[in-house]
């Protein structure tokens, strides 16, 4: 798939096999067409029988009746072509979401995050929405309009080819209007995009922040940023409407006022006898028949602009780098040693990580140990596969991990994060998505193993508790137990685990201590280790300081050999022992 594809092509890719749909749509709307143009010619019938002096009352109505009936078959065409038109429209925009998601899951998991699911779902979700009505209404519309156009002027041309070019003298000139109505397009749009989705995220961070706010006394201040966002996000529309109103009432009025040069001119050759009564009087009614379809095409200009725009955006989402994996194993991987050969990586410009050399072996316990930022995180996702590395290789068991395909690869790793996302479903679905051809009772196994069987035996409604959206009825201790035991339920290799920092209750850490110890029995463990006393028996600590490896060993050869690590260690040692005075003390 191209970038430069243009908004039409990609449309009707994503129309596929519903493409027939448009076509249908478009026939029906030219047949429509056709019933709108032909009053007309029944209408030129009457004209010359008035002025033949034809007095036959009867004849006349049935003229009347004609009319009526192609009005009416317009109007029944026109909603068949419509309804085509729509149908074909759902099929575009589910072919839309569903190319997105197939994408996203093709995607750097990484990449998928650092875009948010906020926006992505917005993209995904109300964006492509938001343009349902115009893309169904303006492949009928804008086609018969076009017929009607075409089909009026090459009769106005047969009629008379000067008051034909006479009758599209405004057409210009509102044009020129149109165009600078449309001049600041992309920055206006633009700033009303940023400032509705600054509303947006004020207006969650208000909400989520609620707490937080309240207990730091903040709620003026937090109202008063929303109210601003609110303020600009209404601003910017109105800015935009005030700068374009002015042009777009002129385009809208002197585009169609056909008649401003058809009548003064038509008049002079009237005057001047080249041009005939009979013939005026129809030219000035079909070129007021111009108007109506010139307006229906003008009108889709601004919003097929805002369809162009939503379109890019889902392309832009559809053409993201992808991992570039191979469907099946090119390389076996022998055992589950990671090695990390030389490795460079950075997010955007600035690399993170410098020639990172590592080895975690088959079935050890490794921990990654460093100040904050220092590249601990990055060097576990790496691993995960979240990115691809710069430059360098990772292998596991001897095979490079891009030779190994991503369901192989996902089926070798399960990592542990402290927000590890519970779904919206009951704790017995959560913790089987780590295998989810497992039994109940292997489930239960698993969280037995991992703790967890007593604390949710005493939920409501025990395995079968709905866990809210994200986890929410849960205590970040109890989150992280259950996304334990659906790692321990998947049974993977490798466990990359990061520890949690925020709940740091004692009888929490050492339930977790436990259960991952029970998870990771002969497995390769990666900890991204925030509590150092946690690790002390690891069998290697890898000291990570500003993207490089300073030392690796144990903690007593650690404590020897680098005085980064004794630092941290000492740090550590004064912390947990000021928190466990602080705690006797009260
Ligand atoms: P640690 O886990 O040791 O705290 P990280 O690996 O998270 O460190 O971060 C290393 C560096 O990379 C930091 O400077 C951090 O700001 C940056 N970083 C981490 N994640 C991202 C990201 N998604 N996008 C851009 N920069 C990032």
């Not at 559809?318 to 990586?345: G, K, W, Y």
């Not at 460093?370 to 691993?383: D, E, F, H, R």
């Not at 030779?403 to 542990?416: P, R």
Request: charged share 20%; glycine share 8%.
């Amino acid at each position: 798939m191209k970038k430069e594809k243009s908004t039409f092509g990609w449309i009707f890719t994503f129309a596929g096999q519903k493409r027939s749909g448009y076509i249908a749509s478009v026939i029906l709307a030219v047949i429509g067409a056709a019933f709108q143009i032909l009053p007309f010619f029944v209408m030129a019938r009457v004209i010359g029988k008035l002025l033949a002096g034809n007095k036959d009352l009867a004849g006349y109505l049935i003229d009347c009746a004609v009319m009526a009936a192609f009005w009416l078959l317009r109007v029944l065409f026109h909603s068949l072509s419509t309804a085509q038109s729509h149908k074909a429209t759902f099929a575009v925009l589910g072919n839309i979401r569903k190319q997105g998601l197939a994408k996203l899951a093709k995607m750097p998991l990484g990449d998928v995050q650092s875009r948010g699911s906020g926006e992505l779902k917005n993209i995904l979700v109300e964006r492509v929405d938001s343009i349902e009505p115009t893309l169904a209404h303006v492949i009928p519309e804008m086609s018969s309009n076009a017929v009607v156009v075409l089909a009026t002027f090459i009769y106005l041309l047969v009629l008379d080819w000067r008051m034909a070019l006479v009758s599209l003298i405004t057409f210009p000139i509102g044009m020129v209007f149109f165009m600078l109505m449309m001049a600041g397009y992309n920055k206006n749009y633009a700033r009303t995009v940023a400032a509705t989705n600054t509303l947006n995220d004020t207006a969650v961070e208000y909400i989520g922040g609620i707490e937080v706010i309240k207990v730091f006394g903040k709620a003026k201040s937090s109202y008063e940023k929303f109210v601003a966002a609110a303020k600009e996000c209404a601003q910017s529309y109105i800015d935009w409407m005030n700068k374009s109103n002015f042009f777009f009432t002129f385009a809208m009025n002197i585009m169609p006022a056909t008649l401003l040069s058809v009548l003064p001119i038509g008049g002079l050759l009237l005057k001047n006898g080249t041009l005939m009564p009979e013939k005026f009087v129809l030219i000035v009614i079909l070129s007021m028949g111009l108007i109506t379809p010139i307006i229906g095409c003008m009108k889709f200009i601004d919003d097929l602009a805002k369809v162009g725009t939503v379109i890019g955006q889902v392309t832009d989402i559809l053409t993201a780098s992808e991992l570039s994996r191979p469907e099946t194993d090119t390389q076996m991987p022998r055992d589950s040693t990671i090695e990390l050969h030389n490795v460079h990586f950075g997010y955007g410009e600035t690399e993170v990580l410098h020639g990172v050399n590592l080895t975690f072996r088959d079935g050890t316990v490794n921990a990654l140990v460093g100040p904050s930022g220092s590249g601990k995180s990055t060097i576990a996702k790496l691993i995960a596969a979240f990115w691809d590395v710069g430059s360098g290789k990772i292998t596991v068991g001897g095979a490079d991990i891009r030779s190994i395909s991503s369901e192989h690869y996902n089926k070798l790793i399960a990592y542990v994060s402290q927000d590890n996302f519970l779904f919206d479903n009951t704790v017995r679905e959560n913790i089987r998505m780590g295998k989810p051809a497992a039994t109940d009772a292997e489930v239960e196994r698993a969280a037995r193993d991992c703790g967890c069987y007593d604390f949710i035996m005493g939920l409501e409604n025990g395995f079968d508790t709905v866990v809210g959206s994200g986890g929410g009825h849960l205590s970040g201790g109890e989150k992280q137990r259950i996304s334990i035991a659906r790692a321990m339920l998947k049974n993977a290799p490798i466990v990359i685990f990061d520890e949690a920092t925020a709940y740091t209750d004692p009888e929490n850490e050492a339930i977790i201590q436990e259960s991952v110890a029970r998870l990771v029995r002969g497995k390769t463990l990666i900890v991204i280790a925030h509590r150092l006393s946690t690790i002390v028996d690891a069998d290697q600590i890898v000291v990570v300081n500003d993207g490089h490896i300073e030392a690796a060993g144990t903690q007593a050869e650690l404590l020897q050999t680098c005085p980064l690590y004794e630092t941290l260690w000492n740090a550590h040692i004064a912390s947990r022992d000021s928190a466990e005075g602080g705690a006797d003390r009260a």
